[in-house]
């Protein structure tokens, strides 16, 4: 791994070739993960990705299915719902021990959550300085030194806010699919953009595809759907913005430990059928990102 490659955000004479002007290194091939399906999680900031992501990964539990889950935020908390804690990062335990990840255990930095879903909690650089990007690739290569890995089914990155560079862009060197989580209004669909930009770009040397659309907190969808007839996508789920969602985080808990009223109940079977939808598999998207003035001029601005 070209780790000082990473941090100074450049790759050399030789280039890196992942995107037009992208200067992130290509990923070791000995940090793949293995045979599970991966799924990269990405959306506006502040959009319910975490909520989204941890109830994802109860679903797919309940299927039976072994998963991991890993917070790619500084603010670690990614995986509050299924530990009821701020679990601490990667990147803090390697720092406890100088960076000599043979001292650790998996005990360390892998933590059970709500109904087996295992937690992993990769944290970030300091502010200013670093790249999401090494982060990432640490994350990665501790898991599989410790073999985390190997029975694992299901692997679910829940990456931060809007795609501004190639570190945060990462994951979607390990995913088969990205997902992107949106509402249904303007900000959210340019943020969703961009994010289908970075995954044209990594498809390009990456197995990653755009596996579709989560649309959440939102009543109606015809702004998405304007946006995904325009783009070449569709829609794998939609949560509306129920104030029992927003009170689950609050509690500590995911959707799947409420009292089943029938909205709650409602959403848990989308839940279910979104992650059986997942798992039995569907052909990549053939999509394509719009300019910007393209998009006002598609939602309606003048």
Wanted: a negative charge.
């Amino acid at each position: 791994m070209k780790t000082e490659a990473i941090i100074n955000g450049s790759c050399g004479s030789g280039g890196c070739g992942d995107g037009d002007g992208s200067v992130q290194v290509h990923l070791d091939p000995a940090l793949k993960i293995g045979t599970a399906k991966v799924f990269a999680v990405y959306g506006k900031g502040g959009i319910g990705k975490s909520t989204t992501s941890s109830n994802l990964s109860v679903a797919f539990s309940k299927l039976g299915k072994r998963v991991l889950q890993i917070g790619c935020d500084p603010k670690h908390d990614s995986t509050f719902t299924l530990t009821k804690k701020l679990v601490p990062t990667v990147i803090d335990i390697l720092e406890t021990v100088n960076f000599h990840a043979e001292e650790l255990r998996p005990d360390d930095f892998v933590f059970p959550g709500y109904n087996g879903v295992m937690c992993v909690e990769a944290g970030g650089p300091p502010a200013g300085t670093g790249c999401g990007g090494y982060v990432v690739g640490q994350t990665v290569k501790l898991l599989k030194e410790h073999h985390l890995l190997e029975d694992t089914d299901v692997v679910i990155f829940d990456v931060l806010g809007d795609v501004v560079c190639g570190g945060f862009a990462a994951p979607l060197q390990h995913a088969d699919r990205a997902l992107i989580v949106a509402a249904n209004d303007f900000d959210s669909i340019f943020a969703m953009n961009r994010i289908v930009a970075a995954i044209q770009a990594k498809s390009r040397n990456y197995a990653v595809r755009l596996g579709g659309v989560i649309v959440n907190r939102s009543a109606g969808t015809d702004q998405i759907d304007k946006f995904n007839e325009a783009a070449g996508l569709s829609t794998l789920a939609h949560f509306p913005d129920l104030d029992a969602i927003r009170k689950s985080r609050l509690q500590k808990a995911t959707l799947f430990e409420l009292e089943p009223t029938p909205e709650i109940a409602a959403v848990q079977n989308e839940y279910m059928r979104l992650a059986a939808s997942l798992w039995a598999g569907s052909d990549p998207l053939d999509c394509n990102p719009l300019k910007d003035r393209d998009i006002f001029d598609l939602l309606g601005f003048q």
